[in-house]
């Protein structure tokens, strides 16, 4: 076993992720548990007509890529142990078995040689999905991603497209230490020619990466470690949801909180605490960092005339830089107060538990940043 991963196991009997094995997660299938089926009455979908049923992030994330191969003979899954050990976090459980090793490959220590392999599969027609056991290693791979798959449309002047996905774990996980905690999705949203997605649901994790599978163009697709055990309902049928569309997680009019990823679970613990003491803010899941949906966020602000961005990613030129500089010069004279940004401590991720967590954008940080905005 390499050392990335015994890492990897390490964090998942941390976790305590749901690890009951594939035959249980075939049962589940076949037969949603009486919980799933008594929250149908309580779904708008139900009305609707649309099946519901509750599964994990990582069975989400095999649903999409299994029923893309079925549906494309073109896609392909390959990385570090995708095969024969169904994935560092089992997001490829029984894959192999299903499609072989021509269409589940299995590569050595290798990302920059499997990644530029993808290109140049996705530049003769073929539809890769690229798994990195974690995007702290995407690093190796950076100049295959940025030099030539995102440029590659533009340099030859429209003659390829590079229909790809690189996909895969990120995130601080609970003492995994600074080299397997980066967060950099403020690294590749800046290139031009990338899409870059962050779900932060098992329904959006479904329906994001089918449509990145079906993307003509090159695709960023970031799952949080911490996520693969959450559970939530997807609808039935072929779900998919479109890049650029935020979605609200929950209605305010005081405050706008705008989040995506992990911290959205952080964000509505918050605002429920603040709607104790009155507060009514709005959440906003940004599902897709680029493209942005910068409509949903500035009808938000014109509404709540407030606002705090929270992200897991180091503060200095993040993400929720680019988005403050984007909403102030589009509704200055909207705002009441200065937008603010709560992101985690500019410091290598440590490895000891406690100061990990205290480093995360926490309920007492984004409560406080609350009324901070709010002047109370």
Not at 212 to 237: C, M, N, Q, T, W
């Amino acid at each position: 076993m390499d050392r990335r991963r015994g890492d990897r196991e390490d964090a998942r009997g941390r976790q305590g992720g749901d690890r009951g094995g594939h035959r249980v997660r075939r049962a589940e299938r076949a037969a949603p548990p009486r919980s799933a089926l008594r929250r149908h009455h309580r779904s708008p979908f139900y009305s609707a007509g649309v099946i519901m049923a509750v599964f994990s992030y990582r069975e989400a994330l095999n649903q999409a890529m299994t029923e893309e191969m079925e549906r494309d003979d073109r896609v392909f899954l390959m990385g570090e142990e995708v095969a024969e050990y169904d994935g560092a976090y089992k997001v490829s459980q029984g894959m192999l078995k299903r499609f072989g090793p021509r269409r589940v490959v299995d590569t050595p220590i290798s990302e920059e040689g499997f990644a530029g392999i993808g290109i140049g599969a996705a530049m003769v027609g073929l539809r890769p999905i690229i798994e990195f056991m974690t995007f702290s290693f995407s690093l190796v791979a950076i100049d295959q991603i940025v030099n030539n798959a995102a440029n590659m449309r533009y340099m030859s002047g429209g003659q390829f497209a590079v229909p790809i996905v690189f996909r895969g774990s990120s995130g601080m996980a609970g003492s995994l230490g600074a080299t397997h905690s980066h967060r950099l999705e403020a690294w590749y949203a800046q290139v031009p020619g990338l899409t870059v997605v962050m779900p932060s649901t098992p329904s959006d994790a479904k329906g994001l990466l089918k449509t990145a599978i079906r993307s003509d163009d090159p695709v960023v697709f970031i799952e949080h470690e911490v996520l693969y055990h959450e559970k939530g309902e997807i609808p039935d049928g072929d779900h998919l949801v479109p890049f650029g569309k935020a979605d609200v997680k929950r209605p305010g009019k005081d405050v706008t909180l705008i989040t995506y990823s992990r911290s959205l679970k952080a964000t509505l613990a918050a605002a429920e605490q603040l709607a104790a003491e009155e507060i009514d803010a709005e959440v906003i899941d940004l599902r897709s960092i680029r493209p942005l949906d910068l409509d949903t966020l500035l009808k938000s602000v014109v509404k709540t005339h407030r606002a705090v961005i929270i992200e897991e990613d180091w503060p200095y030129c993040g993400l929720g830089a680019g988005i403050s500089d984007r909403i102030t010069r589009r509704v200055f004279d909207e705002l009441d107060a200065p937008i603010l940004r709560v992101a985690s401590k500019d410091a290598p991720a440590p490895y000891n538990k406690q100061l990990e967590n205290s480093m995360l954008p926490s309920v007492p940080r984004i409560v406080e940043a609350v009324h901070d905005v709010l002047y109370r």
